[in-house]
């Protein structure tokens, strides 16, 4: 199914918001009323509120897609970021796991578990993504926002759910 270029703007604008802006105005509304002192949530307890919020719009925006486009790749990719949002959230519970390394690494599993059979120019974007990984991973340990550990299970999660993902299901 191909979507018209105007289409797959809304596309885009319509998981920006459920993915990036829905999730980030929470936090920046807990800042404003004095819920946390810093946008970075460097304690384990803050992070609870905007993992719940993250999770539900994931699933709304992974719901209303499912029902109004077919597309099995954008589907997988929701379900992806939902379960990573669950899965985040339960285990900020007694843990505190890397966000950043989250994402990287759900990035770069998705693009191996794709292969090059699948992704034009496989080998640069992989490359890229790794490489943005290690950046992402150095710049938390610099800025003294994780212990290694931390960057280590937040980077495992996302590659093993979203490559485990999209290799059992595409």
């Not at 105005?25 to 946008?39: D, N, Q």
């Not at 539900?56 to 949002?85: C, D």
């Not at 996302?158 to 299901?169: K, N, R």
Request: with cysteine.
């Amino acid at each position: 199914l191909l979507i018209p270029t105007a289409g797959q703007w809304r596309l885009v604008a319509f998981v920006f918001v459920f993915t990036a802006v829905i999730p980030g105005v929470t936090v920046v509304y807990m800042k404003r009323f004095g819920l946390v002192k810093s946008l970075e949530l460097p304690q384990r307890k803050h992070r609870r509120l905007p993992l719940l919020v993250a999770c539900l719009s994931f699933s709304a925006a992974f719901y209303m897609l499912r029902s109004a486009i077919p597309l099995p790749l954008i589907e997988l990719l929701m379900l992806s970021g939902m379960l990573l949002m669950g899965l985040a959230l339960l285990i900020t519970l007694f843990y505190k796991i890397s966000m950043h390394l989250l994402a990287w690494g759900a990035i770069t599993g998705q693009l191996l578990a794709l292969g090059p059979w699948q992704v034009q120019g496989f080998l640069f974007w992989f490359s890229l993504a790794v490489l943005c990984s290690g950046l992402a991973a150095s710049s938390r340990l610099a800025l003294k926002a994780h212990a290694g550990h931390e960057l280590v299970a937040g980077f495992g999660l996302g590659f093993v759910v979203t490559g485990g993902l999209f290799q059992i299901l595409l």
